[in-house]
């Protein structure tokens, strides 16, 4: 079983349409939460970074982290064309420095 | 820009050769990671430099792989013996610190023939 599972997809939907990004995670040892956004033939970009469990919102963009069933979200409002990309999660724990990432979930938001 | 520079942006090579594969970090980065992305999959953790410490090699997957990082700047990755199952791309990330975040280079796409 991997660390970090994450559905790859791909997820298609409509401009406008409220999208849902999910992980599951294994290791109750992580702490910092983070998602990434990676256009086609680019590296990743950080896109939001939670700390434990919560909420944190930036924008259309909001992360929730339930460390109580070890799953995190990533939803985007009002979604548009130009956030077509590959969502990865990615988490690490407390004073660690290597990163465990999701797969990635493609996405296509359909003009 | 100031941004991470990898090169080649693509190489292709016949199995059996050896390839490196360069990085040069945003400039007063500390922290220097390197990935392998395949297909379906997401970042493998290869290996990272943190200041002047010995590397962390934990995530090489065999002796054909290394990585060197020259006073503490420009990285290479080099592997030896190139086989088709090291197609990827290869991604290296810079950061100010462990804890900090990561700043992507925008990848090597390695194909094995």
């Known amino acids: 079983q991997k660390e970090v599972e994450q559905d790859p997809g791909p997820l298609s939907v409509p401009e406008g349409a409220i999208v849902s990004l999910n992980c599951t995670y294994s290791?109750?040892?992580?702490?910092?939460f983070m998602w990434y956004r990676q256009y086609s033939r680019k590296g990743p970009e950080l896109l939001m970074y939670?700390?434990?469990?919560g909420n944190k919102e930036d924008g259309r963009f909001t992360a929730q982290v339930d460390k109580s069933s070890k799953y995190i979200s990533l939803f985007i409002r009002d979604s548009q064309p130009s956030d077509s990309a590959t969502y990865l999660c990615?988490?690490?724990?407390?004073?660690?420095?290597?990163?465990?990432f999701g797969a990635g979930t493609r996405l296509f938001v359909k003009a | 820009g100031a941004g991470v520079s990898q090169s080649p942006s693509n190489k292709v090579t016949e199995k059996g050769k050896d390839v490196e594969l360069r990085c040069d970090p945003i400039s007063g980065h500390t922290a220097l990671y390197w990935y392998r992305q395949s297909l379906g999959q997401g970042l493998e953790f290869l290996i990272y430099?943190?200041?002047?410490?010995?590397?962390?090699k934990s995530g090489l997957p065999s002796d054909r792989f290394s990585a060197e990082r020259t006073g503490g700047s420009v990285s290479t990755l080099t592997i030896q013996r190139t086989q088709q199952e090291d197609s990827a791309v290869y991604l290296c990330?810079?950061?100010?610190?462990?804890?900090?975040?990561?700043?992507f280079g925008p990848g090597t796409r390695l194909t094995v023939l």
């Open positions: 939670t700390y434990s469990s």
């Open positions: 290791n109750s040892a992580f702490q910092y």
């Open positions: 430099f943190q200041g002047n410490s010995a590397p962390d």
């Open positions: 990615a988490m690490r724990n407390t004073g660690g420095f290597k990163t465990i």
């Open positions: 990330a810079s950061s100010t610190g462990k804890n900090n975040e990561q700043f």
